[in-house]
T-cell receptor, first 117, second 114 residues
Framework: NAGVTQTPKFRVLKTGQSMTLLCAQD?????MYWYRQDPGMGLRLIHY???????AKGEVPDGYNVSRLKKQNFLLGLESAAPSQTSVYFC????????????????FGEGSRLTVL | AQSVTQLGSHVSVSEGALVLLRCNYS??????LFWYVQYPNQGLQLLLK??????LVKGINGFEAEFKKSETSFHLTKPSAHMSDAAEYFC????????????FGTGTRLKVLA
């Protein structure tokens, strides 16, 4: 039972390079999220998706792009990496909004540690 | 806009002592509240959640939290700390059923002393 899988787990980039982080979930969840975690700042939402073919901006979207071409996959792209994007990135998925019919629980991947030199 | 404040970025307790991690929220409408735990080099996993069914919520590993509307708080407690409880704990909020976003606090790192 894989849950949420992120690849790669580690990556080192030079300033200006591009890369894509892949998130895959096998729980048939509609909602998927990308967060970044930085010391003392908790988790900040970068982008999210409420279904296949949809994306929306979170708190800190600048410098990132996302795509959700398939329901099970959510890709996070950095077109021109900057040192400020050095962080641990977490993907999460959910069965729906917290409410009567849904648990609202977020399931997280193990994280992708990105260093930009 | 909703927000979450966790008081104390680091908390140390002795093994067997009470654990109290504080979380206050700001929301103009009834919130849904969550506590997540993160062990070293792992993702976050759900400890417990409040979705208005009961104000005292029990979670995994002996943790519980009480929703207090008058104090806008959702503090996490455990009567007796265990070494395996050492981790980082995050409080999170989502508002109503029309919000797709979960807002996280900055986290509290719990250290358990032998």
């Amino acid at each position: 039972n894989a849950g949420v899988t992120q690849t790669p787990k580690f990556r080192v980039l030079k300033t200006g390079q591009s890369m894509t982080l892949l998130c895959a979930q096998d729980m048939n969840h509609e909602y998927m999220y990308w967060y970044r975690q930085d010391p003392g700042m908790g988790l900040r939402l970068i982008h999210y998706s409420v279904g296949e073919g949809t994306t929306a901006k979170g708190e800190v979207p600048d410098g990132y792009n996302v795509s959700r071409l398939k329901k099970q996959n959510f890709l996070l792209g950095l077109e021109s990496a900057a040192p400020s994007q050095t962080s641990v990135y977490f993907c999460a998925s959910s069965d729906g909004l917290a409410g009567f019919a849904n648990t609202g629980e977020l399931f997280f991947g193990e994280g992708s540690r990105l260093t930009v030199l | 806009a909703q927000s979450v404040t966790q008081l104390g970025s680091h908390v140390s307790v002795s093994e067997g002592a009470l654990v109290l991690l504080r979380c206050n929220y700001s929301s103009s409408v009834p919130p849904y509240l969550f506590w997540y735990v993160q062990y070293p080099n792992q993702g976050l996993q759900l400890l417990l959640k409040y979705t208005s069914a009961a104000t005292l919520v029990k979670g995994i590993n002996g943790f519980e939290a009480e929703f207090k509307k008058s104090e806008t708080s959702f503090h996490l407690t455990k009567p007796s700390a265990h070494m395996s409880d050492a981790a980082e704990y995050f409080c999170a909020v989502s508002v109503g059923s029309g919000t797709y976003k979960y807002i996280f606090g900055t986290g509290t790192r719990l250290k358990v002393l032998a």
